[in-house]
């Protein structure tokens, strides 16, 4: 079983950073990619970043990519999302998952389904 907890939302003006973490309970953290996901009122849960187990590789949706910046302390069980550049848009849930195989294809990764363990999300709103 595992327990994923994220924090670090909040109020934000446009232009903004916010660092979100998502901490993980359980053995098995560092032997899975993980990913952040993010839903706005009345939309589909939609892929924001993803991070293979060793932190070798990241992925990026092109709304995010070069203003956030996703990483992982395996010896800390964390997962971080660095959010700089924020725009109203980026207002929503975010919410950090474990993906479900230990080996996620790349091609894979903004995939829902891909993943089986989610947190309760953390609020950010991005507003003047």
């Known amino acids: 079983q595992v327990e994923l907890v994220e924090s670090g939302g909040g109020l934000a003006q446009p232009g903004g950073s916010l660092r979100l973490s998502c901490a993980a309970s359980g053995r098995t953290f560092s032997s899975y990619a993980m990913g952040w996901f993010r839903q706005a009122p009345g939309k589909e849960r939609d892929f924001v970043a993803a991070?293979?187990?060793?932190?070798?590789?990241?992925y990026y949706a092109d709304s995010v990519k070069g203003r956030f910046t996703i990483s992982r302390d395996n010896a800390k069980n964390t997962l971080y999302l660095q959010m700089d550049s924020l725009k109203p848009e980026d207002t929503a849930l975010y919410y950090c998952a474990k993906a479900r195989s230990v080996f996620l294809p790349p091609g894979r990764v903004g995939v829902v389904s891909e993943y089986n363990y989610w947190g309760r999300g953390t609020q950010v709103t991005v507003s003047s």
């Open positions: 991070i293979t187990w060793s932190g070798g590789s990241t």
